[in-house]
């Protein structure tokens, strides 16, 4: 008999249990939760219920429990792609689950109860991921009434992280940063299913060790590099060696170079891919790194990362559609910013206090005009310039500053593959010190000039780790 789902009424309005191994948290509820919890609570009996009925079995206890299956788990090596990647430890419970919360991917929209008697059925959903980002194997690794989250649904599309709450934070199971400690996560902003709604976005915490970020630097500036440091481009989706070094814009005023040689960088963009949750690493589907430099009053207006669907014919943009463009941006601090620098995202509103006071103290807070006016002033913006237009909104929206070392991750595209008007975002002019930073960005399939079949049907090229949907547990 194949697995049950109930749709549930609102996606804030479910407690959302959060399973890493053998542990258990729980996330903090909404205000709707709170109001919504008996409903909810009646809604999973009665789904229960009717399931039991249905298949006239009793409820499970420890003494008369679903039988996991024997079939072997996969046990990934230390230090392996794999690692973290997938659930290994039982849940802290006599007997495996019979129902759990199921979220699309991402976490947005209603969730549905879903049910299920056996192994069998549960494997039937295909493949889920906890909070944590990891594969779910087995109905043994979750409590019942966990929050999962579907795999991706479509060739070309991919897992993404669900946010949970403004300011919650995890670590990455199995992604340590270049000075060896745990890459974690937390959660920005908070996506929904308006139209309106934020972008996707992540503080990324000990993505780089301080060496790493330095030699970024120096090779952005070496003769060694054939891509050294040159006036910044934007707009074009050609290459430097395509023509498009000569696409220069006057609301880019920073310098830029590009990583595609170094062993450093396919390390970085490896780290990049694992973050994401990619079943592997392939590089037609990242740029090279590019490096930026930001000198006093540089800045970079609001734009997308990712290209227009209609930007060339001789290549599929529309991801939603079997295309291949710009799927998620990490964005690299390579050093720290006196005043200025910040990455700001346009159409979010600013943090307050009621979101997390934490956040709020750690990026900080709007100093007085007037000694923004000043600084502006010294570093020579013009009053009513677009980069003086720029520094109201670094100061009113949604702005992350600076920290060498760490980086921001967000989304270009929805989890069904459209591009996401949101994700508008600028470089904040630089007011005081120089800033140092990195693209990475990686593509849902093959990008630009590097498909090898055909150009029009990018999905269809991925190779099978990376080519949803995906079965169940593995």
């Known amino acids: 008999m194949a697995a049950k789902k109930t749709q549930t009424k609102g996606s804030d309005a479910s407690k959302q249990k959060i399973v890493s191994g053998a542990e258990t948290t729980t996330s903090k509820p909404s205000s709707l939760l709170v109001s919504s919890l008996p409903g909810l609570l009646l809604a999973v009996g009665v789904a229960i219920v009717c399931h039991l009925q249905s298949t006239n079995t009793a409820i499970p206890t420890s003494d008369n429990a679903i039988q996991s299956s024997s079939r072997k788990l996969i046990s990934p090596e230390p230090n392996s792609w794999t690692d973290g990647y997938y659930t290994t430890q039982p849940a802290n419970q006599a007997a495996p689950s019979t129902h759990a919360l199921l979220y ?36 043994t690794h979750f409590l019942n009434g966990t929050a ?18 403004v300011g919650h934070k995890r670590a990455v199971p199995g992604v340590v940063g270049g000075n060896g400690k745990q890459i974690e996560l937390e959660t920005l902003t908070e996506p ?55 696409a220069k814009l006057t609301t880019r005023t920073s310098m830029n170079a590009f990583d595609i040689t170094t062993k450093l960088s396919f390390r970085i963009k490896r780290r990049a891919f694992r973050l994401l949750r990619m079943g592997a690493y392939k590089e037609n589907l990242a740029d090279g790194i590019q490096i930026l430099r930001y000198e006093l009053g ?127 975002h600028g470089a904040c002019p630089i007011l005081k010190g120089t800033k140092w930073g990195a693209n990475l960005w990686v593509w849902n399939a093959c990008r630009y000039s590097q498909c090898t079949e055909d150009a029009l049907n990018p999905a269809n090229e991925l190779p099978d780790e990376l080519k949803a949907p995906f079965e169940g547990g593995v």
């Open 298 to 424: 540089q800045a970079y207006i609001a734009h997308h990362d990712y290209f227009p669907v209609r930007q060339s014919n001789d290549h599929l943009w529309d991801p939603s559609k079997g295309g291949s463009n710009r799927f998620a941006t990490i964005f690299l601090y390579l050093s720290d910013v006196e005043v200025g620098g910040q990455t700001v995202f346009t159409k979010s509103e600013r943090l307050t206090a009621k979101k997390s006071k934490e956040l709020v103290e750690r990026l900080g807070e709007a100093p007085p005009t007037e000694f923004l006016k000043e600084l502006e002033k010294d570093a020579g913006v013009d009053a009513g310039s677009w980069e003086d237009k720029l520094v109201d909104q670094c100061y009113s929206k949604l702005a992350v500053p600076p920290r060498r070392g760490d980086a921001i991750l967000f989304y270009s595209q929805y989890p069904d593959g459209h591009l996401d008007p949101n994700s508008l």
């Open 104 to 139: 699309p991917n991402g976490g947005v929209g209603e969730p549905s109860l879903v049910s299920f008697a056996n192994d069998e059925e549960f494997l039937a959903l295909g493949r889920l991921f906890n909070d944590m980002g990891q594969i779910v194997q087995s109905p």
């Open 148 to 165: 999962l989250y579907e795999g991706p649904s479509q060739a070309g599309t991919h897992f993404q992280w669900p946010a949970i709450s």
């Open 192 to 246: 929904s299913d308006s139209k309106d709604t934020d972008p996707r976005v992540f503080y990324v915490h000990n993505f780089l060790s301080a060496d790493e970020a330095d030699e970024l630097v120096a090779f952005s500036v070496s003769d060694d590099n054939p891509y050294k440091m040159a006036p910044s481009t934007g707009g074009t989706h050609k290459a430097w060696n395509q023509g498009g070094s000569n």
